[in-house]
Nanobody
Framework: VQLQASGGGLVQAGGSLRLSCAAS????????MGWFRRAPGKEREFVAA????????AYADSVKGRFTISRNNAKITVYLQMNSLKPEDTAVYYC?????????????????WGQGTLVTVSS
């Protein structure tokens, strides 16, 4: 499975962005998906995840209430809607797919990764 992330860019604090992650294979619809990020000089961290059906989601405490993960299996795409962005959200954002119907919050449990898309939030 190949994953193509897009939608990053430069936004002012308080603004919004929507990231997309398009998969290359229909079997994507059976995979759990996650978003992770790596800020400059920091370790990769979990952001959000969603089950194959979209029926269950999870968020890092730092983004809860501001970010929303969703998916459209017909379009084999997962989204991350980011609102009320803060400078500390600046990072490269990666989408990942797990060959399981249920997600995990640790990146080591994911099987496929996208190339990343840069989000920069200015103060």
């Amino acid at each position: 499975v190949q994953l193509q992330a897009s939608g990053g860019g430069l936004v002012q604090a308080g603004g919004s962005l929507r990231l997309s992650c398009a998969a290359s294979r229909r079997t994507f619809s059976t995979y759990a998906m996650g978003w992770f990020r790596r800020a400059p000089g920091k370790e990769r961290e979990f952001v959000a995840a969603i089950t194959w059906s979209g029926g269950s989601t999870a968020y890092a405490d730092s983004v809860k209430g501001r970010f929303t993960i969703s998916r459209n299996n017909a379009k084999i795409t997962v989204y991350l809607q980011m609102n009320s962005l803060k400078p500390e959200d600046t990072a490269v954002y990666y989408c990942a797919a797990r060959e399981s119907s249920f997600f995990h919050t640790e990146g080591g449990h994911y099987d496929y990764w996208g190339q990343g898309t840069l989000v920069t939030v200015s103060s």
